[in-house]
């Protein structure tokens, strides 16, 4: 009998469930920093998009496991099911496909970044995966006292969250190693936040910022500047995409195989004029296997309710409130055994107290086109009249 992990994708906006003391300063001081891995190099490469993952990943396990494990950005550059290469650059979409297709992370030394950058033909195994990854602001631009106390909070407990911004020398101040972008400039860079510090003061920027308060920012262009950290201020404009990405290690291979619909991460919604919208999903398979858990990507704040049919026989039903960000793995109450052309149904409801609810959808992107299988993915606004999707609802089965 085959095991097997059933993952929906969905998103998250943002995160408001942690309720700890956040200090007024973490991390501040680059010679005696806590739990954060050694600052790379991505050299001249436009490959930051990957270094940032890979450095908050490090930071988990630290985190997690009290191990410095080194993973591979040159994995996620070249084998992402969005077929970038070293030259083409990427954005935290690209690196959340790949880690959502379970690829890896993989260890440094397995795929290391050397020139001709290659990768190897067959994938090394995963040291582990990111079983949950936290989106913490849907807008572009400055973030909220909100985003920045989740943020801090993300950082306390997993060690590090990747952010973009524009970086330029405009705004760069190499006496203090400090950097302020009042304007809301797209971003053009990826780097991790390990630290912060609520009293750093606006003196320190080449352009005061309207307060105190500043982020220590780990970089990966080596450590000839600074050790390789810089601050920039909690009021910069260009800051964007601030994602948190777990870490879990494997003891064991848990999955060797992925049945899906899709391959990227979901980019686009569906909507009603409602608060609630129901979503079905129907699989076929030619084996045997059993389903362990789900994996959920929402929109927006949900309560979700799941259900899952085995030949139109419910099978096990899960109730969860979402108020935090990213895709979150949940494990059914009893595994569900699946045989040859059995046929699996997840019907799932999406409630939220924003004006329409949403249900998250693979769109075309660069370089891959979105296709979706008749007879598979359905919407409803009350689970009597569906309609077929043109796109796919983000969903795959991870098999063993």
Same mark, same amino acid.
């Given at each position: 009998?085959?095991?097997?992990?059933?993952?929906?994708?969905?998103?998250?906006?943002?995160? &408001?469930?942690?309720?700890?003391?956040?200090?007024?300063?973490?991390?501040?001081?680059?010679?005696?920093?806590?739990?954060?891995?050694?600052?790379?190099?991505?050299?001249?490469?436009?490959?930051?998009?990957?270094?940032?993952?890979?450095? /908050?990943?490090?930071?988990?396990?630290?985190?997690? +496991?009290?191990?410095?494990?080194?993973? /591979?950005?040159?994995?996620?550059?070249?084998?992402?099911?969005?077929?970038?290469?070293?030259?083409?650059?990427?954005?935290?979409?690209?690196?959340?496909?790949?880690?959502?297709?379970?690829?890896?992370?993989?260890?440094?030394?397995?795929?290391?970044?050397?020139?001709p950058?290659?990768?190897?033909?067959?994938?090394?195994?995963?040291?582990?995966?990111?079983?949950n990854?936290y989106?913490?602001?849907?807008?572009?631009?400055?973030?909220?006292e909100?985003?920045?106390?989740?943020?801090?909070?993300?950082?306390?407990?997993y060690?590090?969250?990747?952010i973009?911004?524009?970086?330029?020398?405009?705004?760069?101040?190499?006496?203090?190693?400090?950097?302020?972008?009042?304007?809301?400039?797209?971003?053009?860079?990826?780097?991790?936040?390990?630290?912060?510090?609520?009293?750093?003061?606006?003196?320190?920027?080449?352009?005061?910022?309207? @307060?105190?308060?500043?982020?220590? %920012?780990?970089?990966?262009?080596?450590?000839?500047?600074?050790?390789?950290?810089?601050?920039?201020?909690?009021?910069?404009?260009?800051?964007?995409?601030?994602?948190? @990405?777990?870490? $879990?290690?494997?003891?064991?291979?848990?999955y060797?195989?992925?049945?899906?619909?899709?391959?990227?991460?979901?980019?686009?919604?569906?909507? +009603?004029?409602t608060?609630?919208?129901?979503?079905?999903?129907?699989?076929?398979?030619?084996?045997? @296997?059993?389903?362990?858990?789900?994996?959920?990507?929402?929109?927006?704040?949900?309560?979700?309710t799941?259900?899952?049919?085995?030949n139109?026989?419910?099978?096990? $039903?899960?109730?969860?409130? *979402?108020?935090?960000?990213?895709?979150?793995?949940v494990?059914?109450? &009893?595994?569900?055994?699946? &045989?040859?052309?059995?046929?699996?149904?997840?019907?799932?409801?999406?409630? $939220?107290?924003?004006?329409?609810?949403?249900?998250?959808i693979? %769109?075309?992107?660069?370089? *891959?086109?979105?296709?979706?299988?008749?007879?598979?993915? @359905?919407? /409803?606004?009350?689970?009597?009249?569906?309609?077929? $999707?043109?796109?796919?609802?983000?969903?795959?089965?991870?098999?063993?």
């Amino acid at each position: 009998m085959k095991q097997l992990f059933l993952i929906i994708f969905i998103f998250f906006s943002y995160i &408001n469930v942690f309720g700890q003391y956040i200090p007024e300063a973490y991390n501040t001081d680059v010679n005696n920093l806590y739990e954060v891995s050694p600052v790379r190099n991505q050299k001249e490469l436009g490959t930051c998009w990957a270094f940032a993952p890979c450095a /908050s990943m490090e930071a988990c396990a630290l985190k997690r +496991y009290g191990q410095n494990y080194t993973f /591979s950005p040159l994995n996620i550059v070249n084998k992402n099911p969005l077929g970038t290469n070293i030259e083409s650059g990427g954005n935290c979409y690209i690196a959340m496909s790949y880690l959502f297709n379970l690829l890896g992370p993989v260890e440094e030394k397995d795929d290391p970044y050397t020139p001709p950058f290659k990768s190897p033909y067959i994938n090394p195994a995963p040291l582990g995966y990111s079983e949950n990854v936290y989106i913490l602001s849907d807008n572009n631009g400055k973030l909220s006292e909100k985003e920045r106390k989740n943020i801090k909070m993300c950082v306390g407990i997993y060690g590090g969250v990747a952010i973009s911004y524009c970086d330029t020398d405009e705004y760069y101040s190499n006496d203090m190693i400090s950097y302020y972008c009042p304007k809301e400039y797209n971003s053009n860079h990826q780097v991790v936040i390990i630290g912060w510090d609520d009293n750093y003061s606006r003196n320190n920027f080449k352009n005061k910022p309207p @307060y105190d308060g500043a982020f220590l %920012i780990k970089g990966s262009w080596g450590t000839e500047i600074n050790k390789g950290f810089v601050w920039i201020s909690y009021y910069d404009a260009s800051i964007d995409n601030p994602v948190c @990405y777990t870490f $879990t290690r494997i003891d064991k291979v848990p999955y060797n195989n992925i049945i899906s619909y899709i391959k990227t991460n979901c980019l686009g919604s569906i909507s +009603y004029n409602t608060q609630e919208i129901y979503g079905k999903i129907i699989f076929k398979e030619h084996k045997n @296997y059993t389903i362990e858990a789900i994996k959920l990507f929402l929109a927006q704040d949900n309560n979700i309710t799941i259900k899952v049919f085995v030949n139109d026989k419910e099978a096990d $039903t899960i109730t969860k409130d *979402y108020t935090s960000p990213g895709f979150r793995t949940v494990y059914l109450n &009893n595994p569900i055994k699946v &045989n040859f052309n059995d046929t699996v149904t997840l019907l799932l409801l999406y409630k $939220t107290e924003e004006p329409k609810a949403k249900i998250p959808i693979e %769109i075309n992107q660069e370089n *891959y086109i979105a296709t979706c299988i008749p007879g598979t993915n @359905y919407i /409803s606004p009350n689970n009597k009249f569906w309609k077929e $999707t043109k796109n796919n609802i983000g969903c795959g089965l991870l098999v063993k």
